[in-house]
Structures are given as C-alpha cells and as structure tokens.
C-alpha cells in the first residue's frame, strides 16, 4: 500500500475476513437491480468475443490508483491517457482484494492464495507458469532492482509481493527455471532489440516507477518511455503484427472496497486490439478475467482456480 492505512493496520487474517464480506456484500447488492452502475455489470459469463493468439504479450502491472484518478486525468497520467484512444479500455473492471499479494496470485493462480503481503510462501497450486512452462511457452519476468535468477526478499525499490512468479514453486523450486524465467528490467530491453521478446512478458517496475511510492507523474513517464515507445518501434507491435501490450492496476485506493479491491484501470494496445473502443458489456471484469484472456492470447487450455468461470475479454479484440 502507498500510505498507512485500515488495512494495514489489521491483521492479515481480519483482513481477508473483511474484504470476503465486502465482496459478498458489493455482489449482493449488485444482483438487487440497484440504481449504482454496479448493479448493472455481470459477474461471471463466458468470454464476449473470439480472442486472438499472440506471439508476443506484454503485461506491465501499475500500483494502487483508482479508475477514477487514472482515466480521464490527463494532467498527471498524459501518456497513458494518450494510450486510451489508440487501444481498448476497459471501465468495468475491479480487483479482487487490497493488499498486493492475493491481487497478483489471482492475476497468475486465479485464487488469493493469501492476504499477508509479507509473506514469502512457496505455493504449489495451479498456475499460470506451470501451464506455460508445460506446453513449452517462452515466458521472463522483467523486474527493476533485481539481478538475473533472483529469489530473495525485498532488495532497493523491487518488492516480492510484486512479482508472484518468485513465489510460485515451478519457479521458485528450480534454479534452472528461476535463472531463466527471472530478469532485470535492463533485460527487456536488450531482448526486445534483438527481437528475442519471450511470448509472455511480465514487467516489474519498482515502487518508485508503478505509482506505489513514486509520484503517478514518474509513472507515467516510465510506462511510455520504458515500454510503449520501444514497442511502438517493435514490428510486432506495427500494423500487421500481433503484439498485445496491456497495462493492469493491482489494486484501487484503499477506500475504494468494490468488489474486494476497487475500481481500477485496465488498458489493452496492439495491432490485434479495437481502436478506441471502450467496453460495452455489463461484465464484471475482475484478475481471474485478465488471467483467462492472457492464457487464451498464448494458446493455452484450462486457466486455473476461478479464472476458470471468469468472463474472457475477447470484446477488446478485433474479431
């Protein structure tokens, strides 16, 4: 979290507790045929649409920011406002619990997994690496502050609980993979010039560059330069490719508590992505509905825990 907070200051057991109620409570309400935009969103569907195969997606993670703060808010977030219009954003979507961690093992594991972001836990549950790493899907983590093959604890501005692949066991309990699959940031660079991007990129920035510590303007600034202008250079990423680059909030602010863990921004940019096309489905697009629709992009079955029921986000894609 960016500030002190209620949520930090109860324990990570009262916490999952609460922000389960608060989600049974929000969903309740939203099945009333309230009057709240809320009440008009479908929780769980099969996917809107066809979504297209890619041999090159991108998800960058930004922290704790509500849909509100981020969208529309072309002052303090230009460049990704700029994005918006040449990509597809979707405005109905909402994570899953405050705290970090269970937010990023939904986006991997499609469960929370936990609600104490200081854990360091091993998992050994069904996951987004594991699928990856058995159909023989080329996948890195690019994350700032880090060397190649990290597994520790926090190190300069890079937290664990950013990066959930360290915690997964099919990465973490095996050095080979864990000194393949986790990079410096400094990595996607050079991999990216010399045309060796993996399918899947996971990027870290640290809690200076992802608006968690950092002013949203060093956010902003980081996301284009650091990774929409290099890509915007990348053919896989110029008409005719098939690059899929999407920008995801882990969490909203903490007094946001829709849905578990708020309102947040979701944005996707690409040849393979509807221009300017903002969501006109009643879904209720949540983690497990990003897990699905990165799964699909890479071709592959069975998305694991809830991203299994969750709602595809094919309405972003050309069909």
């Given at each position: 979290?960016?500030?002190?907070?209620?949520?930090?200051?109860?324990?990570?057991?009262?916490?999952?507790?609460?922000?389960?109620?608060?989600?049974?409570?929000?969903?309740?309400?939203?099945?009333?045929?309230?009057?709240?935009?809320?009440?008009?969103?479908?929780?769980?569907?099969?996917?809107?649409?066809?979504?297209?195969?890619?041999?090159?997606?991108?998800?960058?993670?930004?922290?704790?920011?509500?849909?509100?703060?981020?969208?529309?808010?072309?002052?303090?977030?230009?460049?990704?406002?700029?994005?918006?219009?040449?990509?597809?954003?979707?405005?109905?979507?909402?994570?899953?619990?405050?705290?970090?961690?269970?937010?990023?093992?939904?986006?991997?594991?499609?469960?929370?997994?936990?609600?104490?972001?200081?854990?360091?836990?091993?998992?050994?549950?069904?996951?987004?690496?594991?699928?990856?790493l058995s159909q023989g899907v080329s996948f890195k983590v690019y994350a700032e502050d880090i060397k190649q093959g990290y597994l520790g604890g926090d190190t300069g501005g890079y937290v664990i609980r950013h990066d959930p692949f360290a915690?997964?066991?099919?990465?973490?309990?095996?050095?080979?993979?864990?000194?393949?699959?986790?990079?410096?940031?400094?990595?996607?660079?050079?991999?990216?010039?010399?045309?060796?991007?993996p399918r899947f990129s996971f990027i870290v920035p640290d809690i200076n560059d992802d608006a968690h510590t950092g002013p949203p303007q060093q956010a902003d600034a980081w996301l284009q330069a650091r990774i929409v202008q290099p890509l915007?250079?990348?053919?896989?990423?110029?008409?005719?490719?098939?690059?899929?680059?999407?920008?995801?909030?882990?969490?909203?602010?903490?007094?946001?508590?829709?849905?578990?863990?708020?309102?947040?921004?979701?944005?996707?940019?690409?040849?393979?992505?509807?221009?300017?096309?903002?969501?006109?489905?009643?879904?209720?697009?949540?983690?497990?509905?990003?897990?699905?629709?990165?799964?699909?992009?890479?071709?592959?079955?069975?998305?694991?825990?809830?991203?299994?029921?969750?709602?595809?986000?094919?309405?972003?894609?050309?069909?």
């Amino acid at each position: 979290m960016s500030s002190p907070s209620f949520w930090q200051d109860i324990s990570p057991q009262s916490r999952a507790v609460l922000a389960t109620a608060v989600a049974a409570v929000t969903v309740a309400i939203a099945g009333c045929g309230g009057g709240s935009k809320d009440s008009m969103l479908t929780r769980a569907a099969p996917s809107s649409g066809t979504i297209p195969q890619s041999q090159h997606v991108v998800l960058v993670m930004e922290e704790n920011q509500s849909y509100e703060s981020v969208v529309g808010n072309t002052k303090i977030w230009t460049n990704y406002n700029n994005l918006i219009p040449k990509g597809a954003l979707a405005t109905n979507y909402y994570a899953d619990a405050h705290g970090s961690l269970p937010d990023y093992f939904m986006l991997t594991t499609g469960q929370t997994l936990t609600f104490d972001d200081s854990s360091t836990k091993v998992w050994d549950v069904d996951n987004l690496a594991r699928h990856m790493l058995s159909q023989g899907v080329s996948f890195k983590v690019y994350a700032e502050d880090i060397k190649q093959g990290y597994l520790g604890g926090d190190t300069g501005g890079y937290v664990i609980r950013h990066d959930p692949f360290a915690m997964l066991s099919d990465v973490a309990n095996n050095a080979q993979v864990a000194n393949t699959v986790i990079n410096p940031f400094t990595q996607f660079g050079q991999d990216l010039a010399s045309g060796n991007l993996p399918r899947f990129s996971f990027i870290v920035p640290d809690i200076n560059d992802d608006a968690h510590t950092g002013p949203p303007q060093q956010a902003d600034a980081w996301l284009q330069a650091r990774i929409v202008q290099p890509l915007m250079n990348d053919k896989a990423f110029q008409t005719g490719g098939d690059g899929v680059l999407i920008v995801d909030f882990d969490e909203s602010v903490d007094t946001d508590v829709a849905y578990g863990g708020g309102h947040v921004a979701a944005l996707f940019w690409g040849p393979p992505v509807k221009v300017g096309y903002q969501q006109k489905s009643t879904f209720l697009y949540q983690h497990g509905s990003m897990l699905r629709t990165v799964m699909s992009l890479l071709n592959l079955p069975d998305p694991p825990g809830s991203a299994a029921g969750a709602a595809g986000m094919g309405e972003f894609f050309n069909q």
